[in-house]
């Protein structure tokens, strides 16, 4: 056999065993010989070994002069290499190839946290640390702001917008994207609420996937009907009975122009909570609906489950106020009749004053759901279905009620701010007249908010449940 007809024979051999291979096989030969290609190009032997085209041409781009490689500091994380063309990009494009390169280190991490990239751009802005020039218009070419050849090494820092209350708090206090040499920047003197933003989305979306609740679609646009839309500011609330909703409605009625309060307390609390006060999301025709949520910003506030019930069994059931009477009349002469063997003829009568461990037992044998006051904020906001921009807490409604109205644009606006302890210094008191089986399965009851909002029992219980 001459030696062409041998190499034709040994071709056609190689050819019948790659047809032969499985997909998986092909596969794994495949990104073998990317890898051994990759290796002995000194080139491209800095690139992952699962480098994707469109980095292949990045790289090939930036030798040949083309692009520049920008790497991002990030606030106690790893930096993150971004490359941009040399010419024409402009403030959003680079904004752009931030977020594709974050997506594609979270895909080689397999990390599932949801960044709300509106939320970040809305509430930080770029800028240049040596000329201090901020990078504000979007439609601006990136070079205009001298950041246009990696050897000239010009910083960029990605910087809180700080509100009036807290501009000198946070004068030092920066994120930096730099150009290769690095940089000393000072350490973090004020909290993050970015930083602290994307715990809370990344809590909300692990707790989402572990507990088997996330992919699930919304049936009926009913469900919608507690999301309130500001279209002015593009804006949508979902508002939660005893989690501030009262003067969060205050806010959304001034931010409508439904009001023109300078005083949001001075809106009186049943026009806050009339139904014609703000537009329901659920009143919407449905593909109104589908394109409001995918360009508006989203927003919920969370509270710890057993204060929110507390809360609402207190106000709801023990004070003597003329919003208390329709739960007394409604629910309480049923939970009297049910739970309270001795009861009178007066107590039947009014149905007030049922105790905490009546109404408990009320929840644990009816539902949770049967009002909005004690329903979880799972079923009353859909965490898991809707993708929510921010996602305040109770405790820290102060900042994230000033970080809100900042992100629409706002800040004159002042977020009335109550004495959040005030119910939680009372949970022991209350928790302690249950037996440690009606804490367990109210527990489970609640079991989403408390995964999904980042709550345990530890100051109620001494420790957690799992």
């Known amino acids: ?229 500001d279209h002015r500011h593009k804006l949508l609330y979902c508002y939660v009975p005893k989690v501030a909703c009262t003067n969060w409605k205050r806010v959304m009625m001034v931010l409508t122009g439904e009001s023109n309060a300078t005083n949001l307390v001075n809106i009186p609390a049943t026009i806050a909570h009339s139904n014609s006060s703000t537009i329901r999301l659920s009143d919407l025709p449905l593909a109104d609906i589908k394109w409001i949520l995918n360009n508006y910003t989203l927003f919920l506030i969370a509270r710890h489950p057993f204060e929110r019930l507390l809360s609402a069994y207190r106000n709801k059931f023990t004070e003597n106020i003329t919003s208390s009477k329709y739960f007394q009349t409604r629910y309480g002469k049923h939970i009297i009749k049910k739970y309270r063997p001795t009861a009178t003829v007066d107590e039947l009568d009014s149905g007030a004053n049922v105790s905490f461990p009546e109404f408990v037992k009320f929840l644990l044998n009816e539902g949770v759901n049967t009002n909005e006051h004690w329903a979880p904020i799972y079923d009353l906001c859909l965490p898991c279905t809707l993708n929510y921009s921010f996602i305040g807490h109770y405790e820290t409604l102060s900042q994230d009620a000033k970080t809100i109205l900042d992100m629409v644009e706002a800040p004159h606006l002042i977020f009335p701010v109550t004495r959040a302890g005030h119910t939680r210094d009372r949970l022991r008191e209350y928790f302690q007249q249950l037996s440690i089986f009606n804490i367990e399965h109210l527990y489970k009851k609640y079991l989403p908010d408390f995964k999904l909002f980042g709550y345990g029992l530890e100051d109620l219980l001494g420790y957690d449940l799992a």
């Open 1 to 229: 056999m001459t030696e062409s007809a041998a190499a034709n024979a040994e071709t056609t051999t190689i050819e019948e065993e790659i047809e032969n291979l499985s997909h998986e096989d092909l596969l794994e030969v495949t990104q073998s010989s990317i890898k051994r290609l990759i290796a002995s190009d000194p080139l491209l032997s800095d690139l992952p070994v699962d480098v994707t085209p469109e980095e292949v041409l990045s790289q090939i781009a930036v030798i040949q002069g083309q692009s520049i490689t920008v790497t991002i500091l990030r606030y106690s994380e790893s930096p993150l290499s971004v490359v941009i063309p040399q010419q024409n990009t402009t403030v959003l494009d680079l904004k752009k190839a931030i977020k594709r390169h974050f997506l594609l280190k979270q895909q080689r991490q397999k990390s599932k946290t949801k960044v709300s990239w509106k939320y970040v751009w809305k509430t930080f802005w770029l800028q240049n640390v040596s000329n201090g020039r901020v990078l504000k218009n979007d439609k601006e070419k990136v070079n205009n702001y001298e950041v246009v050849r990696i050897e000239i090494c010009k910083e960029i820092i990605k910087r809180q917008r700080p509100n009036r209350a807290s501009r000198d708090m946070l004068r030092d206090s920066y994120v930096g994207i730099r150009v290769r040499k690095k940089v000393l920047f000072p350490r973090c003197t004020a909290k993050f609420p970015w930083l602290e933003q994307i715990s809370r989305q990344e809590e909300l979306t692990l707790g989402c996937d572990n507990l088997g609740l996330s992919g699930r679609r919304i049936l009926d646009v009913s469900q919608l009907n507690h999301i309130l839309v």
